[in-house]
């Protein structure tokens, strides 16, 4: 499976984006699916998952209240909607799938710039 996030772009802190994750084929494999960022000099990190079965979510916390991961990994959609956006959240935006719910994430996909103004 193929992955690619879209919908990055320049904002104003304090602006939205929605960012979106497109599959070369059905994701209903996944167990879960979650995006990651990671700014310029920094190891990436979690940002928000969801499962398959229950739709659970899970976020970091330095994201929780702003951000909102949704979607359908059963139906290929996947999505994180990105409110109150500080200059800290600027990264290259990644989604990714775990076909299993043993192990790590092992399907990554292209990244999507994100950056905040101050």
């Known amino acids: 499976v193929q992955l690619q996030a879209s919908g990055g772009g320049l904002v104003q802190a304090g602006g939205s984006l929605r960012l979106s994750c497109a599959a070369s084929?059905?994701?209903?494999?996944?167990?879960?699916m979650g995006w990651f960022r990671q700014a310029p000099g920094k190891d990436r990190e979690f940002v928000a998952s969801?499962?398959?079965?229950?739709?659970?979510?899970d976020y970091a916390v330095s994201v929780k209240g702003r951000f909102t991961i949704s979607g359908d990994i059963a139906k290929n959609t996947l999505y994180l909607q990105m409110n109150n956006l500080k200059p800290e959240d600027t990264a290259v935006y990644y989604c990714?799938?775990?076909?299993?719910?043993?192990?790590?994430?092992?399907?990554w996909g292209q990244g999507t710039q994100v950056t905040v103004s101050s």
């Open positions: 969801i499962t398959r079965s229950r739709g659970s979510t």
């Open positions: 084929e059905r994701t209903s494999s996944m167990y879960i």
């Open positions: 990714a799938g775990q076909s299993s719910p043993f192990g790590n994430y092992n399907y």
